[in-house]
Structure formats: C-alpha cells, structure tokens
C-alpha cells in the first residue's frame, strides 16, 4: 500500500470580496485564491478564471508537489469569500453582561456591572467558562482576530490566551492594570505588584507563541484614572523595551474627560497624560475617541497609533458620536471594536453596520453634510484591513494578497434560515459566463445590513478551518 505524503494545497474558488485600501472593497465574481496550507499563505490570488478546470490546468505544476483540493462556493449565487473580521477593542470577561447597562453611563456603568462581574473571574474555572464561550460566539461571528482585555488576575489571563490558541482565534491578550481609584475589591495590592503580574503575564504568553503571530501579550492600562503616572511611565518603558503592543481607552465620556483633568492638573490633555507616559506607539490602540481636540489627533498621527471605533457602545453607553471622517482624512489608523459589554454585540459586522449609522447622525449636524458619511465599503474596510493596520499587521492580514495569510470567512446568504432574501434579479452571476459585479456590491450591502453570524458558513485562520463543516 502507498500513503501519499505529498503536503496539501487548496484552491478556494469562486467569488471573493477584497478590501484593497481603507476606503475600496474589490468585487470578483469568479476568481480563485491558492493557499499552501502548511504556512496558511496565499500563493496566488487570480481575477479573470472561467472555470476551476482552467485553474488547475494553468497551475498544473502544483499537482505535482501537492494534492490539491478545491473549495468552491460557486453552487451559490449568493457566496463570497470575505478576509476574517478584526476586532480591535473587546472585554471578555465582560461577554455575560451583553445587552446589560440600562440607563447607565461610563463611570457609574463600570461600577453597577462591570467591576462586580470582572472581579467575579477570579474563578479560574468560571474564567475558562466564559473564555470559550466568547471565542466561540466572536470565532463564529467572523472574528479571526481579536485584541482582548482580561481581568486583573494573572491566572485567568493566562487561561485566556490558552483558550485563544486552542481554539485557533489569533488574540492580543492583556492582563488589566489598575493601580488607583479602582474599588478595594478588584484592584492591584501596589504598583510593584502590578509590574510583576504583567511581566508574568508577558512572559507565559510570549512562551506560548514566540512568534506573536497567534497569540501576543499586550499592556492594558484599563485608562489613564485607573493607573498611577508611575504604572504608566513603567508601561511606557516596558513598551519600547520589549516591542510590545498596548491598548487603553481614551476621550470615551465627558465625565471620565473632566475626571482626567482633575487627575493630571499637569498635564495638557487626555492624549497627553498617555503621551507624556511613552505609552503612544505605533501598535497602540486607542479605544473610543469620542473627544478628541486636533492637537490629540496630530499626537494620535504622529506617533503612529491607531484608534478602535466602538459605535455600539459609545450608543449604548450614551458616550457619544466619534467623528470617524475627520480621524480617516487626517491620516489615523482606524478600525473597529464591540467593546463588549460597553457594546451589546459580539459581531463586528454588526459593530460596521453601527459605524454607518452613527456617521449619519455625524452628517446630519455637520456642515460637511454627505462627506462624513461612511459608505458600506468603508465600514466593512475598517473592521477588516482597518484592524490589520491597527494591530500593525497589515504585511500579513487584513486582505486577499500574495504573501498574506488565509484568515477568513465563506458568506453564505443562501444558507437555510438566513436573515437576508436573494432575488433573482440581484444574483451576480447573469449566464453564459455573464457577471455583474453592481450585484455582488449589492448583495455586500445586503450581508451588512441584514445578515448576521448565520450567514457565515467557515471561518478559517492560517489556512485552518475552525469554523463550519468540512
Ligand atoms: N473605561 C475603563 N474601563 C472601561 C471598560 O471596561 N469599558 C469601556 N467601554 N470603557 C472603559
Ligand atoms: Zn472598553
């Protein structure tokens, strides 16, 4: 008996939807993308294809080094291939509070819900628990990376980034830092305690993946009130020594603004007590930014961080409307996170849909009129190649090209029980090899406003499945 030991390539054929900037979504109505899937990389990404027989005649040398197999969604009309989402801002153990906060705003919502259910993980079975039904639901809402905020408690972060790696979600993980006026019952014992907890935390995270590709630590100053100057400062060093990524919430609530100002009399604004921290790097992540004055916007761009729009929960939580345009023509990297549980919902789909509306209602009290309005493929952009730009991982994620990992989901509208009708008129392909590539944009439209995790048959991340049957 012979085995055959050739290593596996596949080709994903069919229609595919690709962000090739932050504001331009490319529609390919038949096409077909070549995986090597040892590495997950993409080897060939093809527009003009009439037949996936005409594939493997052209890429023919291939079957001689691989056994090639071939996904193809052309038996739908209403299928496309779609890079997995990014989110770049989400609290998981906040994930059983979803849909909680009442009439609430920031800092009493913190106290009411937040504070209480977080100290709660302490419980390191509880933790897991929570963990895995969080990567789950996010995993099978398209998410295939994601830059998550623990707790403060060095095991259940730990947990956390086991249960991203078992389950192949990539993930930023951080162990939450809180070293004043934060409640006697969840808080740091003292900043020497809190340096040893994240440098523990660093260390196991980075011991689990060297590389940084499926899962890395991340500083978490939870914002500038919780953190002493001194914490902060020790962040900062700690950053640029170790090249690491940090995340934070910034200029969120008008409260929590004026409450920084009372904090760090000395310091100019917000932005600028993290500025001044060394905590404002090129993979730093800023939650929010509801509020930012210009000055904070050129600090943002000079240094090279990026900012997580979290509309949903700046709704949900009565934040406020950031002015995503203005950040996006001044140059900023942005993208798009739940902010579970500030935001009710775990998709980021949903999190795009949110973004588009909350840019009407910037439209319609600005002078700028239509020109701050974000369109469909701008929305859907951010929480995609957006993300991958704000995690600084725009060489290997985010879009269909050359050299970049396969990390990505299979749409399905046609799937039974879908949230969203096809008719006949809207199905991109027209016969006789015909295409109309208005239809497919349509029928994008149609998946951000109506669609949902239903519609999302596989998810794969480094060319593996981990989503969807086979
Ligand atoms: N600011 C400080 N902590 C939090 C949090 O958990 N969620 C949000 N939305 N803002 C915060
Ligand atoms: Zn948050």
Not at 200 to 213: N, Q, S, W
Not at 334 to 349: F, N, W
Not at 379 to 404: N, Y
Not at 441 to 459: C, M, P, T
Request: hydrophobic content about 35%.
């Amino acid at each position: 008996m012979t085995v055959d030991t050739k290593p596996t390539f596949t080709i994903y054929y069919g229609t595919f939807v690709n962000p090739v900037s932050i504001s331009d979504l490319e529609y390919v109505v038949t096409g077909a993308i070549g995986v090597n899937d040892k590495s997950g990389t993409i080897e060939f990404v093809e527009r003009n294809v009439s037949s996936v027989d005409q594939v493997l005649a052209d890429k023919a040398s291939l079957l001689v080094q691989y056994t090639v197999n071939v996904i193809s969604n052309t038996d739908k009309q209403a299928s496309f291939f779609f890079p997995g989402f990014f989110d770049t801002h989400i609290h998981a153990p906040q994930y059983p509070n979803c849909g909680i906060f009442g009439k609430s705003t920031l800092l009493d919502w913190l106290e009411t819900y937040t504070f209480p259910l977080e100290s709660s993980l302490s419980n390191i079975d509880k933790a897991k628990f929570v963990y895995n039904k969080v990567i789950d639901r996010t995993l099978r809402s398209g998410t295939t990376t994601a830059s998550y905020y623990a707790t403060v408690h060095v095991g259940a972060t730990k947990a956390l980034a086991d249960v991203a790696l078992e389950r192949g979600q990539r993930a930023f993980v951080g162990r939450v830092c809180m070293t004043q006026n934060s409640p006697d019952y969840y808080c740091d014992a003292s900043e020497e305690a809190a340096q040893a907890a994240d440098l523990e935390v660093i260390d196991y995270v980075t011991g689990l993946d060297p590389t940084r590709e499926r899962v890395a630590p991340i500083l978490t100053p939870r914002f500038a009130p919780s953190c002493t100057p001194a914490t902060m400062k020790w962040m900062g060093q700690v950053m640029h020594e170790r090249d690491l990524a940090c995340q934070t919430h910034l200029s969120e609530n008008v409260k929590e603004i004026a409450w920084v100002k009372e904090l760090f009399p000395e310091n100019d604004s917000y932005t600028d007590v993290y500025d001044k921290a060394g905590i404002l790097g090129k993979r730093t992540i800023l939650a929010h930014c509801v509020h930012l004055s210009d000055t904070e916007v050129a600090t943002i761009k000079a240094r090279g961080s990026g900012i997580s729009h979290c509309p949903t929960s700046n709704s949900s939580i009565t934040s406020g409307e950031a002015p995503m345009r203005r950040y996006l023509d001044a140059g900023v990297k942005c993208s798009l996170g739940t902010d579970l549980s500030g935001g009710y919902a775990p998709s980021v789909l949903e999190v795009a849909r949110q973004a588009l509306l909350v840019s009407r209602h910037v439209a319609m009290k600005s002078s700028r009129g239509d020109a701050d309005k974000l369109s469909v493929a701008e929305v859907l952009c951010l929480g995609t190649i957006g993300g991958a730009q704000v995690c600084e991982m725009a060489d290997q994620l985010g879009s269909f090209e050359v050299g970049k990992k396969w990390d990505a989901q299979l749409i399905d509208l046609e799937v039974e029980n879908s949230p969203v009708d096809v008719f006949e008129w809207q199905e991109p392909r027209i016969g006789e090899g015909g295409e109309d590539l208005n239809r497919l944009e349509n029928l994008v439209a149609k998946w951000l406003f109506g669609g949902d995790d239903r519609n999302v048959s596989r998810v794969w991340v480094d060319g593996r499945q981990v989503i969807g049957s086979k």
